[in-house]
């Protein structure tokens, strides 16, 4: 009777063993679902409106310590994504003398719609022209643009911006720069929060 017993335990082990890894590989196998190469950066574009909307939190880099706020809206008709940025720096080591940096943005489809391009107005008189490196983007939860023109801007400057989703209401947003061409190096890094799908007072109103 004690060797049945053991073997009917033994046998439902075995059955909940194999349902948990038959679960394992549904999860597994909707991660694979999930992230996916950009097909297009038409298929890019479209993915940009999971961003709409108002987003806050926290950045960390060169310049020290900030509160950061994005918000993004799609106008035109659907044409341009917008996306408007401030960046507050309390005084601090790294930023003595505190400061406010704000920025406006515009991705949109150029080269007759091969190209996601990202244009980035600032508060210093920087401008920057970007377009997404459809091989670095690997995945539908990141965006990654290097940068094409600036105007403003230093001699022999490079610059990749990252945009990657890290959860239904979160994503991180990565400045790098690469001064002489030995490498990027992080310059800024923001963690944001979705705080609301909608905007008030319209995209980048700083």
Known sequence: MKRFSALIVI?????????????????????????????????????????????????????????????????????????????????????????????????????????????EYDNEGFIAHYALDLNASKANLSWIFELVRGENLPPNFSARLSLVLTGKDQYTETFELDFSGKGYVTYLTNRLWKISDKLEGGCGNY
């Not at 960046?87 to 601090?92: A, D, E, I, T």
């Open 11 to 119: 046998a439902l082990l075995m059955s909940v063993s194999s349902m948990l890894q038959a679960q394992e590989l549904i999860e597994s196998s909707k991660t694979r679902e999930e992230v996916v190469l950009w097909g297009s950066a038409m298929e890019a574009y479209s993915g940009l409106e999971k961003f709409n909307g108002l987003w806050r939190g926290a950045g960390e880099g060169k310049w020290g310590a900030s509160d950061a706020e994005k918000q993004f809206a799609s106008i035109l008709g659907g044409k341009v994504v917008c996306r408007g940025g401030r960046s507050v720096y309390p005084q601090q080591k790294r930023n003595p003398e505190g400061e406010t940096h704000l920025s406006h943005s515009l991705f949109s489809l150029t080269d007759n719609g091969k190209t996601l391009s990202l244009s």
